[in-house]
Every structure is written in structure tokens, then in C-alpha cells.
């Protein structure tokens, strides 16, 4: 089975403070992508990576930014974390760019 | 760009009943995937679904990948407690190099004691 793992589960942090938020896949999958989740607004793409070193912007990257320095770990970084940035946050990982994607559990990102 | 809709938002249901939902599109798919989210969890894949007009069942689940490839349905049948969760519809945009796949807002399924 694929295994997608998120670093933390639930996360407290102070508005300003750099986040970083780790993801790790076990399958040798090229892509790898950032969501996060909001209630009412479903999953939101926030970058994706379909090779090691490339990354790509999602749909609301403002405020994020990711790193791919090796194939199966993908980091999302908040430069300077704020409030709105409180979420769901999920990691998941996929084969060919039309295949189903495999999810973490989510990391959940309080901002105060 | 493509979206795709869901509906009903949310379901109330009573165990044992069956549920239906469904994913609508203005623009042509090629695949249709759909996932389940429990409460505090990742989404995990149920169903994918690759050829129009496929019917595929997974256990008390099945989905229909629609004739017009621009729709796709899930039945549940005999709800039960486990069944509780967000279901989400999903498939791979077709926008050449950078397709990928989106999602839709989800459908939030409640079963009442």
C-alpha cells in the first residue's frame, strides 16, 4: 500500500513565524502536491511537483512556497505564517499527472 | 476553468438507507475518481473510473462514469454508522500540459441513530 506521511498532525503556531510542513511518500511517485482544505470550499490546490527540483504554482499559492530537493519529500512553507492560514492541510502523492492521487492524513495548522 | 459541482452538499439519511450523489461538470472528463474523507483523516480512494457509460461497484458502493462524460454518480447501499464521512468527486482536467486533477466541494453524508 501506498504510504503518505505527514509530519505532524496538528500544529500551534504564532502569526510571523516561518512553517514548515513536511510530507513523505514510500511508492517512488513523480508527483506530489499541497491542498488545503476549508470548510465550505472543499480542496484547494496550492502547488504541485512533478519532478524532483520543479515545482509549479496551484490555484491560491500566495503566501506558500515548497521545496523538492529529493523525489519521495515535498515541503510546504509558510514564509510568515498569518491567521488566514489557519487549515487543513493535506500532501498527497500520484504516478502519472492523470492517475489517482494517494493522501496523508492531514496536517492541521492553527495560526493565533 | 473546469469545476466540478456536487450534490447534494449534505445528506441526513437513516441506517440502512440508500444514498445517491452526484458529480456534474460543464466540460468533458476522461476519468471520474471518487474518494471518502472520515473525520480527521486523508481522503482514500473508493472508485476510479476511466471508460463513459462504465459502471464500477467497490463492496455496498457503486459509481457510474456518465454516457456524456460530463457527469458521474455514487450509490451506498444499507447505509451504515461507518459510512459517515465527506465524499468527493474528482478527475484529471484536460488542459494539456498542465492538467491535474481537481476536486469538488464534497458531499457531507450524516446518518441519524
Known amino acids: 500500500d501506498v504510504k503518505v506521511t505527514q509530519s505532524s498532525r496538528y500544529l500551534v503556531k504564532r502569526t510571523g513565524e516561518k512553517v514548515f510542513l513536511e510530507c513523505v511518500q514510500d511508492?517512488?511517485?513523480?508527483?506530489m502536491f499541497w491542498y488545503r482544505q476549508d470548510p465550505g470550499l472543499g480542496l484547494r490546490l496550492i502547488y504541485f511537483s512533478y519532478d524532483v527540483k520543479m515545482k509549479e504554482k496551484g490555484d491560491i499559492p500566495e503566501g506558500y512556497s515548497v521545496s523538492r530537493e529529493k523525489k519521495e519529500r515535498f515541503s510546504l512553507i509558510l514564509e510568515s505564517a498569518s491567521t488566514n492560514q489557519t487549515s487543513m492541510y493535506l500532501c498527497a502523492s500520484g504516478t502519472g499527472r492523470n492517475s489517482p492521487l494517494h493522501f496523508g492524513n492531514g496536517t492541521r495548522l492553527t495560526v493565533t | 476553468g473546469q469545476q466540478l459541482n456536487q450534490s447534494p452538499q449534505s445528506m441526513f439519511i437513516q441506517e440502512g438507507e440508500d444514498v445517491s450523489m452526484n458529480c456534474t461538470s460543464s466540460s468533458i472528463f476522461n476519468t471520474w475518481l471518487w474518494y471518502k474523507q472520515d473525520p480527521g483523516e486523508g481522503p482514500v480512494l473508493l472508485i476510479a473510473?476511466?471508460?463513459?457509460?462504465e459502471l464500477t461497484s467497490n463492496g455496498r458502493l457503486t459509481a457510474q462514469f456518465g454516457i456524456t462524460r460530463k457527469d458521474s454518480f455514487l450509490n451506498i447501499s444499507a447505509s451504515i454508522p461507518s459510512d459517515v464521512g465527506i465524499y468527493f468527486c474528482a478527475g484529471p482536467t484536460l488542459a494539456g500540459r498542465d492538467d491535474k486533477i481537481i476536486f469538488g466541494k464534497g458531499t457531507r453524508l450524516h446518518i441519524l441513530p
Open positions: 473510473l476511466y471508460k463513459a457509460g
Open positions: 511508492m517512488d511517485h513523480e508527483n
